[in-house]
């Protein structure tokens, strides 16, 4: 099978899949504009985000706890990068907390609270 097919073919099944290990075998036979081209076409931002912890863009990650703070993800985006930014990601924790104490009500909101306060400890 010629090599270029194999990547496409590879691509659209970890795109489709989101399995981590056949993503390491891609990223092998990605050039670096490649994998940029691949890192786009992810709408799952928690797959995305073990991508980036897999090839170590944990910048890319920050980026990703900044322009996702209200997912419903947020902690499986998050924690990649809190022995790496702990207090960049404590500053973001405390903000969540306190505008989520200020503006919203509710046993669930309390429970997602006690859950963002869990990843501080």
Not at 68 to 74: C, G, L, N, S, V
Not at 90 to 103: A, D, E, G, H, P
């Amino acid at each position: 099978m010629p090599k270029e097919l194999y990547k496409k073919i590879l691509s659209r099944h970890v795109e489709c899949k989101e399995n981590i290990d056949d993503y390491k075998i891609l990223s092998e036979l990605l050039s670096p504009e490649e994998k940029e081209i691949f890192f786009a076409k992810m709408w799952n931002k928690v797959f995305l985000t073990k991508l980036f912890d897999f090839e170590k863009m944990y910048d890319r990650i920050l980026q990703l706890v900044h322009s996702h703070i209200d997912a419903w993800e947020f902690n499986e985006i998050i924690q990649p990068i809190l022995p790496i930014y702990p207090t960049e990601c404590l500053s973001v924790l405390q903000n969540k907390i306190n505008r989520s104490l200020n503006n919203e009500r509710g046993r669930s909101v309390y429970q997602r609270i006690v859950s963002w306060i869990k990843l501080i400890l």
